[in-house]
C-alpha cells in the first residue's frame, strides 16, 4: 500500500498546490494536471516510475470526458445552426490538409508524417475549449455556439480519420468490421439527427428508474462502457462511443441524476488523463530537439490560430473577434494525442517523430491557455469587449 499511497499523496499535493497558483491567474486547471505529471515523471523526480499503470486510468478518463461532453453539448434543434459550423470546419480540414501538405513537402517527410500533423491541426480540445468558453461567460454567445458545434463535427469527424489512418498503416480492414464501423458512424448520426428533431427514443423498459439511483449508476455505466466497448472493437476510438452514450443518457428523463452524481469521478479521471500526458513528455528528448518542438509547438498554435480566425472572416465576422476565437482553437486536443499513439504502434510515423508530437500536443495544451488570456487583454478591455461579443 504504501507503493500505491504515497505517489497518489504527492501528486494530489503537487496538484493543489498549482491549483492554488493557478486560480489567481483565472488559468485552466489542466495546467497543473500536465506540469504535475511533468515533475512527477520517470524522468524529473521518479515519483511515478511505471506510467502505464496511470495511462490506462487516464484512457478511462478520456472516455468519462468524452461521457460528460455528450451529457453536457448543446444540440441545435434548427437545421440554419448547422449550417455555419460545417462550413466553418470543412474548409478548416481542407486548409488544415493543405498546410500539412505544404510542410511535409518543404521539410522532406514522408506521408506518414504529414498525415499526422493533419490530425493534430484537424482536432481541437473539446475539454479546454468548454472550459475557456465557460470561464470568459462566452459559452452561449454566437460564436460559442459556433465553435462548440464545430467541436461536436470534429469528434464526429473522429471515426473516419482513425479508419484512414489503419489504411495509410496498410492494414487490411475486414469487409465485416468496415461495414460495422460505418454502421457505428451512421448510428451516431441518426442519434444526432433524433435529438435535433426531437423526437429521441425515451428509455421506458424500466419502470421507477428516475427514483433508482444505483440502478441509474451502474445501467448508465454498462452503457457508456459497453457503447465505448462497441466503437473499439469496429475500429472506432473507444471515446466516440461513449460520446455517443453520453449524447443518449443526457437527453433521456430516466437518467438525469445520474451526471451530476458522477461528475466527482469524472474530474478525478479527467485530471488522471492530463497527468499522463506529462508523464508521457520525455524532458530529455525535448531538450535535445529544443528547436524542432518549439518550432512544431509554435507552429501548430499560429497556424491553427490563423487558420481559424480566416475562417470565420469568411463568414463575416470582425477580425479581432475571428482572431480571439481562433486563439481559442490554437491548441491540439485528446484525438490528437490518441491519434499519435495510433500511428507509432501502426508504423506509421518513427519513434522519434512520435516523441515529438506527444510533446508539441502537451505544450501546445500549456500555452494555449496562455496564449488565449494575453490575446484577449490585448484585444479587448472591459466595455469594448462585451460590445464586440453582443454585436457577434
Request: charged residues 10%; glycine residues 10%; contains cysteine.
Amino acid at each position: 500500500m504504501p507503493d500505491v499511497l504515497f505517489p497518489l499523496s504527492i501528486l494530489c499535493l503537487v496538484i493543489l498546490l498549482m491549483i492554488l497558483i493557478l486560480r489567481r491567474w483565472r488559468q485552466p486547471y489542466l495546467v497543473a494536471y500536465i506540469l504535475a505529471g511533468l515533475m512527477l515523471g520517470p524522468e524529473v523526480t521518479g515519483v511515478f516510475k511505471e506510467p502505464a499503470a496511470i495511462e490506462s486510468l487516464g484512457q478511462i478518463g478520456v472516455l468519462l470526458l468524452m461521457f460528460f461532453l455528450g451529457i453536457e453539448i448543446e444540440i441545435p434543434d434548427n437545421r440554419s445552426l448547422l449550417t455555419q459550423p460545417l462550413i466553418a470546419q470543412l474548409i478548416k480540414t481542407a486548409l488544415s490538409v493543405a498546410v500539412a501538405l505544404l510542410a511535409g513537402y518543404c521539410l522532406h517527410w514522408d506521408i506518414g508524417n504529414s498525415f499526422l500533423l493533419t490530425v493534430l491541426l484537424l482536432f481541437n480540445s473539446t475539454a479546454v475549449v468548454t472550459d475557456m468558453l465557460r470561464r470568459n461567460g462566452e459559452l452561449h454567445t454566437a460564436m460559442g455556439m459556433i465553435v462548440l458545434n464545430m467541436l461536436l463535427l470534429q469528434d464526429v469527424l473522429a471515426g473516419p480519420v482513425f479508419a484512414v489512418m489503419q489504411v495509410t498503416a496498410g492494414h487490411v480492414i475486414p469487409g465485416m468490421r468496415l461495414i460495422f464501423s460505418l454502421g457505428c458512424c451512421g448510428l451516431l448520426f441518426l442519434l444526432l439527427r433524433a435529438i435535433r428533431n426531437r423526437n429521441l427514443f425515451q428509455w421506458q423498459a424500466i419502470k421507477g428508474l428516475e427514483e433508482d439511483h444505483d440502478l441509474q449508476v451502474f445501467l448508465g455505466a454498462f452503457i457508456c462502457l459497453g457503447f465505448a466497448l462497441l466503437a473499439s472493437g469496429t475500429g472506432l476510438p473507444a471515446s466516440l462511443g461513449s460520446f455517443g452514450a453520453g449524447l443518449y443518457l443526457g437527453r433521456t428523463r430516466g437518467f438525469h441524476w445520474l451526471g451530476n452524481t458522477l461528475r466527482p469521478f469524472q474530474v478525478f479521471f479527467v485530471a488522471l488523463f492530463f497527468v499522463s500526458i506529462g508523464l508521457q513528455l520525455d524532458p530529455g528528448y525535448i531538450s535535445s530537439h529544443w528547436s524542432t518542438v518549439l518550432a512544431l509547438t509554435f507552429g501548430v498554435l499560429l497556424i491553427n490560430s490563423l487558420l481559424s480566425a480566416f475562417v470565420f472572416t469568411l463568414m463575416g465576422y470582425a477580425w479581432l473577434p475571428a482572431l480571439h476565437t481562433g486563439a481559442l482553437l490554437s491548441q491540439t486536443g485528446e484525438f490528437g494525442l490518441i491519434a499519435c499513439s495510433i500511428a507509432f504502434e501502426t508504423g506509421i510515423v518513427s519513434s522519434g517523430f512520435y516523441k515529438t508530437c506527444v510533446a508539441v500536443t502537451g505544450l501546445a495544451l500549456l500555452l494555449s491557455t496562455g496564449w488565449v488570456t494575453i490575446l484577449r487583454r490585448l484585444i479587448y478591455n472591459g466595455d469594448n469587449f462585451k460590445k464586440t461579443k453582443c454585436k457577434t
